[in-house]
């Protein structure tokens, strides 16, 4: 309101002065009834005051300055609300003392808080993002301990997005407050309550790759001291689950950043890891990738690359299949091998360079699609083919195309995610790549980064819609007493 008092006066001022041009600059002309034409009128200008007729163009304008005043205020600050992040960290620490159990606890308890609508920050595997859920029982539960243990039942506690509360913007509400253990940056546009990061035991995969020098494939861990007993776990397709895995299958070397694992073939492993007593387990899975990859071709070009790299076996179910782009679209067993899952990498082969084509000695290796066709990956002509670095670009596209150790943010595309344990699976083609917690979750995020919301928004449709029904009833009444059509042309006689 005070702000609208502002914009008022200086919206104001430019009727205020034709009002008082009107009056001074007005006068009254006397003319022979003889030199007057009459015209038909309407009559209801003969019911109005004089002065109504006269000056309620500015009327309006003043209305409209009005309108104008209020639609540049900011909004009120409407409702306030407070939601609790639902993150995998939140957990850690001894019961009563979490960051979860205080939060719930100031929630309830802090005077500045009671008046604001209760959210819970949650992750929802259904829908691969982070979702607020209204908790208006929780002051109602009988305890904070028993209103946080209804929470870690019905919610999922994974990652959050701190910019999902952006939601509450949009339903109205103004002042907001975020309850977490540590945001990891500055807070702008809402309020945050940080108790401090709790997480004592910590482990993360930091690598996850074959090892050349003793045929194995390895896992290797940042973690922190205290260290527990590790379980070990191998997804068994059959049984669609992870079973225990025989210790001969696997090695265990200590070192100072963190343990490292030795499979002795690969998989997709559960690595579960034993945290103090008070203290939150690790619970993480990883996907170890053959080193060869069954691979198919077809078309000339295609099949004479399939065999420059070492590590892609002809296979009659290929993973990935190298492709020429036909004039009559790719081959009846490509459109198999793709309708099962494999990546395919198409390439358009021109008979001569041109404006599209273009090197991949000029691209420094990166996959080129000039265009030629939406599907085509790459497009080479004849200087490409005499170019060596051709065959970075195809080991570039290979490399994209390999399914990640392991994710830790929701893959693109429909489907819900597999919830196991502290972990999901999430499908991949014919594979499951598992969905981690980020590192943030298991170590204390560092760093200076700003997290923004936006700020509330005028409902600015309404404000035009009054404007312009303004504008109109000032043309329409215009057209009333003055007896004119504002759609009609007048001849001049």
Request: proline residues 8%; contains cysteine.
């Amino acid at each position: 309101m005070a702000e609208a008092a502002y914009y008022l006066p200086l919206l104001l001022a430019p009727v205020v002065a034709l009002l008082f041009l009107n009056l001074r600059l007005s006068r009254r002309l006397r003319f022979p009834h003889d030199l007057l034409v009459a015209e038909s009128r309407r009559g209801i200008a003969s019911f109005l005051p004089r002065w109504l007729r006269t000056y309620y163009d500015l009327l309006f304008d003043a209305a409209i300055a009005c309108a104008l005043a209020f639609a540049l205020a900011p909004p009120a600050a409407g409702n306030a609300a407070a939601a609790i992040d639902c993150s995998r960290s939140m957990l850690a620490g001894a019961i009563g003392a979490r960051p979860l159990d205080i939060a719930v606890e100031r929630l309830r308890s802090d005077p500045a808080l009671l008046s604001a609508r209760p959210f819970a920050l949650a992750f929802d595997g259904a829908a691969r993002s982070s979702r607020l859920v209204p908790i208006d029982w929780l002051r109602r539960e009988a305890s904070a301990e028993s209103a946080a243990r209804r929470l870690e039942t019905e919610l999922e506690f994974f990652a959050v997005d701190p910019s999902g509360l952006g939601e509450l913007r949009k339903r109205g509400y103004g002042e907001l407050t975020y309850l977490t253990d540590d945001l990891g940056g500055r807070a702008e546009g809402f309020s945050s309550i940080e108790s401090g990061f709790a997480v004592g035991y910590a482990a993360w995969p930091a690598a996850a790759r074959p090892d050349p020098s003793s045929g194995t494939w390895m896992v290797v861990l940042a973690e922190t001291f205290p260290r527990g007993p590790a379980t070990v776990q191998a997804w068994d397709r059959g049984a669609g689950s992870f079973v225990p895995l025989a210790q001969k299958r696997y090695a265990i070397e200590e070192r100072a950043g963190g343990r490292t694992f030795f499979f002795a073939e690969p998989g997709l492993y559960r690595l579960t890891l034993r945290a103090p007593p008070g203290d939150l387990d690790a619970d993480l899975a990883v996907l170890l990738r053959p080193t060869a990859r069954p691979a198919a071709a077809s078309g000339p070009f295609s099949e004479r690359m399939l065999e420059v790299f070492d590590h892609l076996e002809p296979s009659a179910s290929p993973s990935v299949v190298l492709e020429d782009l036909a004039p009559a679209g790719p081959a009846a067993g490509a459109r198999a091998a793709a309708r099962a899952g494999a990546v395919r990498i198409l390439t358009s082969v021109q008979g001569a360079d041109g404006e599209l084509v273009i090197d991949p000695a000029l691209t420094g290796g990166r996959p080129v699609a000039a265009g030629l066709s939406p599907a085509a990956r790459l497009a080479i002509g004849p200087s490409s083919l005499a170019n060596d670095d051709l065959v970075l670009a195809y080991s570039a596209l290979l490399r994209a195309s390999e399914l990640p150790a392991f994710l830790t943010s929701p893959p693109e595309g429909p489907g819900a995610l597999r919830s196991v344990g502290a972990f999901y699976l999430a499908s991949s083609g014919r594979d499951l790549v598992p969905l981690i917690a980020p590192a943030q979750e298991s170590f204390a995020p560092e760093g200076d980064r700003a997290i923004r919301l936006p700020g509330r928004r005028s409902p600015r449709a309404l404000w035009a819609l009054l404007l312009a029904a303004l504008a109109a009833a000032k043309l329409a009444v215009w057209s009333r007493l003055s007896g004119k059509d504002l759609f009609r042309e007048r001849s001049v006689p």
